[in-house]
T-cell receptor
Framework: SQQGEEDPQALSIQEGENATMNCSYKTSINNLQWYRQNSGRGLVHLILIRSNEREKHSGRLRVTLDTSKKSSSLLITASRAADTASYFCATGHNDMRFGAGTRLTVKP | DTAVSQTPKYLVTQMGNDKSIKCEQNLGHDTMYWYKQDSKKFLKIMFSYNNKELIINETVPNRFSPKSPDKAHLNLHINSLELGDSAVYFC????????????FGSGTRLTVV
């Protein structure tokens, strides 16, 4: 069964704008991860946030985690056309479960 | 240097046939996985192997049989293929007890006609 649910399902923005994607999950976690999938490609690991962390940054990515609400958000700042992809949150360690993904389109 | 490689990339076959997908990782990871991604992009874990031992076997038909000859390889054999098996199958690997995430292969697009 799916563990996470991303919101929105699809997001379309202009280059330079920020993109925010949300993820909700159901069970307790040790960490939460975000992945990107370009069309026709495999998933690429972006960032991991541990359950005792509230915020983490990596380049233009900012991830927050609220374990009391069982939710996380991924913010991509100053988006580029190359950020166009599907973004998935995932929880678990040796049995990672993925959400349905947010399809992000960044228009040049 | 491809970290997780799957072959073939595309596979078109008729219903009822038996086919295999191969996966190899050169990262030295101890755990490997098979995932199925359907047309709606839902990713579902199928199997997980740690050091050649099966540790996760989700509810998949027993027509699907994984085989891990060593910890760098995890193959997927599918018997009596059905139309509903059409999907993209991803192999992935990770190192247990680390927080570096999974490394995915580029996928095998299986089409059953």
């Amino acid at each position: 069964s799916q563990q996470g649910e991303e919101d929105p399902q699809a997001l379309s923005i202009q280059e330079g704008e920020n993109a925010t994607m949300n993820c909700s999950y159901k069970t307790s976690i040790n960490n939460l991860q975000w992945y990107r999938q370009n069309s026709g490609r495999g998933l690429v690991h972006l960032i991991l946030i541990r359950s005792n962390e509230r915020e983490k940054h990596s380049g233009r990515l900012r991830v927050t985690l609220d374990t009391s609400k069982k939710s996380s958000s991924l913010l991509i700042t100053a988006s580029r056309a190359a950020d166009t992809a599907s973004y998935f949150c995932a929880t678990g360690h040796n049995d990672m479960r993925f959400g349905a993904g947010t399809r992000l389109t960044v228009k040049p | 240097d491809t970290a997780v490689s799957q072959t073939p990339k595309y596979l078109v076959t008729q219903m009822g046939n038996d086919k295999s997908i191969k996966c190899e990782q050169n990262l030295g990871h101890d755990t490997m996985y098979w995932y199925k991604q359907d047309s709606k992009k839902f990713l579902k874990i199928m199997f997980s192997y740690n050091n050649k031992e099966l540790i996760i076997n989700e509810t998949v038909p027993n027509r699907f049989s994984p085989k891990s000859p060593d910890k760098a390889h995890l193959n997927l054999h599918i018997n009596s293929l059905e139309l509903g098996d059409s999907a993209v199958y991803f192999c992935a690997s990770s190192q247990r007890q680390t927080d570096y995430g999974y490394t995915f292969g580029s996928g095998t697009r299986l089409t059953v006609v």
